[in-house]
């Protein structure tokens, strides 16, 4: 049921986010225009009658009006006075210095086991 929901929410959100809704809107009243005009003559006539551009209802010039407005653009660059200049500061350089490298001297190295005495032996074991 919730996942239902969350659905239809998306997809009535994305409708209202296009401007679907002036578009059901015209449906709506070129529906109620065709079903006036069947009272008094032909299906076919009451058509187009309904679709000649001459013969809006106050709906479908309600709906040119606000679609007119909704495809103008509206951008905030539009409305200011002047230009709108976007300055960027230079990144400051950042330097980073390595340390550097010196091998061991090799005149002072000795070995650590040259000063010691060898191991004693042990003692030989009879058999």
Known sequence: MWRKFQISAVLLAWLLATGSQWDMAQVFAWGRMIASY?????????????????????????VGEAKQQQDSPTTPAAKAPGKILLVFQPVPVIVIVVP??????????????ASRASPPVPPPRVA
């Open 100 to 113: 550097e490298f010196s091998p061991w001297p090799s005149d002072g190295q000795t070995m650590l086991g």
């Open 38 to 62: 069947s009272r008094t003559m032909p299906l076919s006539e009451a058509i187009h009658m309904t679709f000649t551009p001459g013969n809006e209802c106050s709906i479908c010039v309600a």
